[in-house]
Structures are given as structure tokens and as C-alpha cells.
């Protein structure tokens, strides 16, 4: 059987890191923060309050994707967080090696601006949630992800994504 990776994805303050962890616990699966794949020019573009281009964008993904496949290869099912803000982006991470299915955790502007303004310790500052949400593509129903809305709570939010994409502890 082939490998699983679950992208959770959406706007910055969305609750994708804690989504994923509890995920990847639930599940047994080995979990990546996105964050950790970006190269030093893209966080401080970002904490410079400057949105990331596409061509930013473009080696943060294929090292995401790369890793991905790296999970694949060893056998192992996995979850990463990743915006995955536009369908190109998406793209890139489905031509890994495993299955790549997205949980979009969606939510209104002012539920995850006040999520990202009581948000410390992290460089993507607040007033770059505008051009996230600008940018931000929804699935398509041709692509293999559910949308969960961030309203619920995490632990609910885990269960609804589970129980929707018929994967089960």
C-alpha cells in the first residue's frame, strides 16, 4: 500500500500546527512543520512584513514535497503543515511519491486574525494575513482534501477531518 501524507493547510493562525499534532498522534504518523523548510531569506522577508512571491515560494515547496516522498520511500505515512495557499502550490506537493490529501482549515478573517494577533514567538507578523487570504485558493472538488472550519476547535476540528477522509486511529 502506498504511503499517506495529510497537508494541513491554510492562512497563518489557522490552528495548523495543532491540528497536525494532534493528527499525527491520533494517527501514529510522523509530522513536519512547514516552517522549518523555509531558507533564512524567506523568514526574513516575512518578518519584514513583506509577502512571500511565488518564486519565494517555489523551493520551500519542492523541499516540503521532497520530504514528503523521503517519507514515502522509508514507508511511512505522515503529516505536514504547509499554507498550500494556492492550487500551483498544492500541485507541487502532490507530485511526491505517497498519496498527498489536504485538510484546509478554513476560517473567517477575524476568527484567525484574533488566533494570529494573540500569537507570540513566531515570525509571520499580523498584518500579512491580508495577502494570505488574497491569495488563498480553496480546494477544488477534483482534489483530494476535505475543508474543516477552525470554529469548532481543535480537537473537533481532528475528529471532523478524520472521520471525513474515512481515517480512523
Given amino acids: 500500500m502506498a504511503s499517506t501524507c495529510l497537508v494541513v493547510m491554510g492562512v497563518s493562525g489557522a490552528g495548523k500546527t495543532t491540528v497536525a499534532e494532534l493528527i499525527a498522534t491520533r494517527l501514529g504518523w510522523r509530522m513536519a512543520e512547514a516552517d522549518e523548510f523555509h531558507p533564512p531569506a524567506n523568514i526574513e522577508k516575512m518578518t519584514a512584513g513583506t509577502p512571500l512571491s511565488d518564486a519565494d515560494r517555489a523551493p520551500w515547496l519542492r523541499a516540503i514535497r521532497d520530504w514528503i516522498s523521503e517519507r514515502a520511500a522509508a514507508g511511512e505515512n505522515a ?91
Fill in 79 to 169: 503529516v505536514v503543515t504547509c499554507s498550500a495557499l494556492k492550487r500551483a502550490y498544492r500541485d507541487i506537493l502532490r507530485g511526491a511519491t505517497a498519496r498527498v490529501r489536504f485538510v484546509h482549515l478554513c476560517g473567517t478573517t477575524e476568527t484567525v486574525g484574533a488566533r494570529l494577533a494573540e500569537r507570540s514567538g513566531h515570525f509571520m507578523p499580523p498584518s500579512l494575513l491580508g495577502s494570505q487570504f488574497a491569495d488563498l485558493e480553496p480546494l477544488s472538488p477534483d482534489e483530494d482534501g476535505v475543508t474543516v472550519d477552525v470554529t469548532q476547535g481543535p480537537e473537533q476540528v481532528t475528529v471532523t477531518a478524520l472521520t471525513r477522509l474515512g481515517l480512523h486511529p
